[in-house]
């Protein structure tokens, strides 16, 4: 393993020792666990779920591939171990959050927003609401919640660092003792 290439976490003040790919994928923890096959699923049906809202909602199908292949990609992504998937999965949050913001005054130009229709087409299929309510609010506060968590475990968790960016945390170096 290359231990030349150690950088000190500001935060924590452990060091990231970097390996190769092959080296993380040959690891036990370098294969996605019960939790990344969880969000990956998320991302998976999220994906799925958007491109039946917008179908459902009548948009264009351009705008139907649109709402749902970015989520169903990060979760395939995550699957697949891509590191460009954590990425994916940030943007897919970020969307969450300008949805939030936009729905927060919900104006005509939001309902017609890609984001905006899948949402409806999901209080419509499941309520049978046709119109803006706290309910789409609520629907996204939901979704954001659970990307904030989702993007806390795959930014500082042990397994995901490993995976996608090919790095482990050298905890000996902090308790003193000497390097492996």
């Known amino acids: 393993m290359k231990k030349d290439k150690r950088r000190i976490e500001f935060y924590a003040g452990v060091p990231w020792v970097n390996i190769t790919p092959e080296q993380a994928r040959?690891?036990?923890k370098g294969k996605p666990g019960v939790v990344l096959w969880a969000i990956a699923l998320y991302f998976i049906v999220t994906g799925l779920w958007?491109?039946?809202?917008?179908?459902?909602?009548?948009?264009?199908g351009w705008l139907v591939v649109l709402a749902g292949i970015?989520?169903?990609?990060?979760?395939?992504?995550?699957?697949?171990?891509?590191?460009w998937s954590v990425f994916m999965a940030i943007v897919s949050a970020g969307v969450t959050v300008w949805a939030l913001f936009r729905s927060s005054r919900?104006?005509?130009e939001l309902y017609n927003s890609v984001e905006a229709a899948t949402q409806i087409g999901f209080?419509?299929?499941v309520f049978g609401i046709d119109s803006y309510t706290d309910g789409f609010f609520l629907i996204l506060l939901i979704e954001l919640l659970i990307h904030v968590g989702i993007l806390f475990y795959l930014m500082d968790g042990d397994r995901p660092n490993l995976i996608y960016r090919h790095r482990y945390r050298q905890y000996s170096a902090k308790d003193g003792s000497a390097d492996d």
């Open 50 to 60: 958007k491109f039946y809202a917008a179908w459902d909602f009548g948009l264009a």
């Open 70 to 83: 970015w989520p169903f990609l990060a979760g395939v992504g995550l699957l697949m171990r891509v590191p």
């Open 123 to 125: 209080l419509h299929a």
């Open 26 to 28: 040959a690891h036990p």
């Open 106 to 108: 919900a104006t005509a």
